[in-house]
């Protein structure tokens, strides 16, 4: 069954639905740190659906804030509806997807009509429509690096030492945030509701994947694309920097060539 964990504090009570992924992880330990009671759910990758009991699991406890790290597709949109049955005065914090935008040039703004046409985008949308935007909150990100957990950074890092192959698209450009920041933003918001787009820089998993391996001085073994169209998911993140006064730093502050290991 799946794991988890309490954490005591006195500032408040949060609830973690996957504290143990890369968004999640991070979020944890900085939730701590401020001082939260943190109740962190830690589901097995492959026991996922199992997640779903540990909510129904808790229905009778009360929350100050709820966030939802979930970032499989296939499972957010009935968590997001689960939560909002079960802790229906709950504020849901949810960690949501760039995949949500039509993908064409130009930084997408949160007030800009969504139109994914991906599979994975369609259920990160619906999962946002069981919220309510007047009171909750919906983070929407790309991918989300980390030295915690695996996640794109740690998987290039870790098949660039070991000198093998690595496939990553040059034809999607994704939203880059590092957890820390991403952490940083959900604890400023904590008071807000609605719509913000969170991202550090924007490019193409595979361009990610030359800059990182130049950063620490490994040879990245990138496997040759045709891709000829570029599908562009790059997002404006001029309201959440207003709203927070915090702007993100470099995604690869910190990591060297001696500096890169898990931690």
Avoid at 11 to 39: H, Q, S
Avoid at 173 to 188: G, M, P, Q
Wanted: net charge neutral; glycine share 4%; charged share 25%.
């Amino acid at each position: 069954m799946a794991q988890s964990e309490i954490s005591k504090r006195e500032k408040g009570r949060a609830l973690i639905t996957v504290a143990n992924n890369v968004a999640g992880f991070n979020l944890w330990k900085r939730l701590v740190e401020e001082g939260y009671d943190v109740d962190a759910i830690l589901p097995s990758e492959d026991k996922y659906n199992l997640l779903l009991s540990e909510l129904v699991s808790r229905k009778n406890k009360k929350y100050d804030f709820i966030v939802n790290t979930v970032d499989r597709h296939d499972y957010a949109v009935v968590t997001n509806k689960m939560l909002k049955w079960l802790y229906p005065t709950e504020k849901i914090i949810f960690i949501s997807s760039d995949l949500v935008y039509e993908p064409r040039p130009g930084k997408k703004k949160e007030n800009d009509n969504a139109y994914p046409p991906t599979m994975e985008g369609k259920y990160f949308l619906e999962a946002e429509s069981a919220l309510d935007v007047n009171s909750d909150l919906v983070l929407r990100v790309g991918l989300v690096t980390g030295r915690c957990v695996p996640n794109i950074l740690t998987n290039t890092i870790n098949l660039s030492r070991a000198n093998m192959s690595i496939d990553l698209s040059g034809a999607v450009v994704r939203n880059f945030i590092s957890n820390a920041d991403l952490s940083e933003y959900i604890i400023r918001l904590l008071d807000k509701n609605g719509i913000y787009n969170a991202s550090a820089k924007s490019m193409t998993p595979r361009d990610f994947a030359l800059e990182l391996c130049a950063k620490i001085n490994v040879n990245c073994k990138l496997r040759r694309t045709t891709d000829d169209k570029v599908f562009d998911y790059s997002m404006d993140t001029t309201k959440i920097e207003l709203t927070t006064g915090y702007y993100t730093k470099d995604i690869f502050a910190n990591i060297s060539s001696g500096l890169y290991l898990l931690g």
